[in-house]
């Protein structure tokens, strides 16, 4: 069967994808305009409670979309501060380097780009609450193959082809 996953299994629902990812945040009106700046989004839609706004879903041309919820109000008020909640793929390294200056020119808090040869690129980007976006070029990791990647405290990683688990 085209399509079937490894174990042969088939698709249970086609055609789907993630519509958006739901980030907590502190200070709603600075987090839309800091997503809306760096990843040329737009405001689509905003919640209130009681008249009081609490979120709001941004949207991009291409489909995804960014929902922020003031963290407050969030089950538990999470803090992602320094996780890496989502990743983007990006086309090319020289793509994440286009975001990575137009990071620089919003003054966000970013890594530099980094290129780990076999295993692609990367490039971290801090929002004002600390969540790390992520953004990939050139990864292995894509469905109907297995990578198993095993780091080491000093940054170091090595690739297997058997799973663990």
């Not at 789907?16 to 839309?32: E, G």
């Amino acid at each position: 069967m085209a399509g079937a996953w490894p174990d042969g299994m088939g698709v249970i629902v086609g055609g789907i994808r993630i519509r958006h990812v739901k980030i907590p945040v502190t200070d709603l009106a600075r987090s839309v305009g800091w997503y809306r700046d760096l990843l040329e989004l737009v405001l689509a839609a905003e919640f209130c409670e009681e008249g009081s706004l609490r979120g709001a879903q941004l949207m991009h041309p291409s489909g995804f979309g960014i929902a922020l919820r003031e963290r407050e109000y969030c089950s538990s008020t999470p803090d992602l501060t320094g996780f890496d909640v989502v990743a983007f793929e990006l086309d090319s390294v020289a793509e994440l380097e286009r975001v990575a200056a137009r990071a620089a020119e919003f003054d966000c808090v970013h890594s530099e780009v980094v290129d780990r040869g076999e295993y692609g690129a990367f490039l971290d980007v801090t929002d004002p609450d600390g969540t790390v976006l992520r953004f990939l070029a050139n990864n292995p990791l894509h469905a109907g193959r297995f990578v198993g990647v095993d780091a080491a405290d000093s940054g170091a990683f090595t690739l297997y082809d058997t799973p663990k688990l």
